[in-house]
């Protein structure tokens, strides 16, 4: 499994850079760190870390917090304000932790493996993409489709394209939310908007059911309602 990979935002340069030298030597793996949010809301996007250590009051017009409220994976505050306002505004966010400055290596590390611990009891498969491993969470997939020798995994925001059968991958899932629909679909129960018995529609798209599923499928859409 890939290491955790830790985003940061933080506008004060000397502490941006004790936390990645810190988080570092933690052997934790910082793929990227930028000084104000509205370019870590798109360096984030592009990266997709497994957490993200925000700084609430940060240069220009965004905050910490607008970020976190914008953001879809678990985050740990940064600030130099511990007053009722700022932590009221921060708990809205369902952050992962909350660390006033100035903070020591102890209590840094003991917030992000707390966080980690979390993010660790997600379900999530691993993936091979360009030699590198990929975790994806499996709450993220809305549905995988047989391409050949391939599948196409459709996630919320992006698609992935894995070498791996259809066995192979329902036995690489943890999450009871996923349902074999025909021998070309699994789909994530999670994401279905509307059903038949010829057809399942998850978020926009209309998925088939084959014959051989269609008991099968209905007995888990009742068990559903």
Same mark, same amino acid.
């Given at each position: 499994?890939?290491?955790?990979?830790?985003?940061?935002?933080?506008?004060?340069?000397?502490?941006?850079?004790?936390?990645?030298?810190?988080?570092?030597?933690?052997?934790?793996?910082?793929?990227?760190?930028?000084?104000?949010?509205?370019?870590?809301?798109?360096?984030?996007?592009?990266?997709?870390p497994?957490?993200?250590? !925000?700084?609430?009051k940060?240069?220009?017009?965004?905050?910490?917090?607008?970020?976190? /409220?914008?953001?879809?994976?678990?985050?740990?505050?940064?600030?130099?304000?511990?007053?009722?306002?700022?932590?009221? /505004?921060?708990?809205?966010?369902?952050?992962?932790?909350? !660390? &006033?400055?100035?903070?020591?290596?102890?209590?840094?590390?003991?917030? &992000?493996?707390?966080?980690?611990?979390?993010?660790?009891?997600?379900?999530?498969?691993? &993936?091979?993409?360009?030699?590198?491993?990929? !975790?994806?969470?499996?709450?993220?997939?809305?549905?995988?489709?047989?391409?050949?020798q391939?599948?196409?995994?459709?996630?919320? /925001?992006?698609?992935?394209?894995?070498?791996?059968?259809?066995?192979?991958?329902?036995?690489?899932?943890?999450?009871?939310?996923?349902?074999?629909?025909?021998?070309?679909?699994?789909?994530?129960?999670?994401?279905?908007?509307?059903?038949?018995?010829?057809?399942?529609?998850?978020?926009?798209?209309?998925?088939?059911?084959?014959?051989?599923? &269609?008991?099968?499928?209905?007995?888990e859409?009742?068990?559903?309602?």
């Open positions: 499994m890939s290491s955790i990979r830790i985003y940061i935002l933080e506008d004060e340069i000397i502490t941006q850079e004790l936390l990645k030298q810190t988080l570092e030597d933690l052997n934790y793996d910082i793929c990227g760190m930028s000084t104000d949010a509205t370019t870590a809301l798109k360096e984030i996007k592009k990266l997709r497994d957490l993200a250590l !925000l700084d609430i940060v240069d220009g017009k965004e905050t910490g917090i607008r970020l976190g /409220n914008q953001l879809d994976l678990p985050i740990i505050y940064l600030t130099a304000y511990n007053d009722y306002k700022t932590i009221k /505004n921060a708990v809205t966010t369902n952050p992962m932790g909350y !660390l &006033v400055k100035p903070f020591n290596a102890k209590d840094l590390y003991i917030a &992000v493996e707390l966080a980690v611990s979390k993010v660790k009891s997600k379900p999530q498969i691993v &993936v091979k993409e360009k030699g590198k491993n990929i !975790l994806i969470y499996e709450k993220d997939i809305l549905f995988a489709k047989k391409e050949d391939y599948l196409v995994l459709y996630l919320k /925001n992006s698609e992935k394209l894995i070498r791996c059968n259809m066995k192979d991958f329902l036995e690489m899932l943890s999450s009871k939310s996923f349902l074999q629909v025909h021998r070309s679909y699994v789909v994530n129960k999670d994401y279905m908007t509307a059903f038949s018995s010829k057809e399942i529609t998850v978020s926009d798209t209309i998925i088939p059911i084959s014959k051989g599923y &269609v008991k099968n499928v209905m007995i859409i009742a068990q559903i309602e």
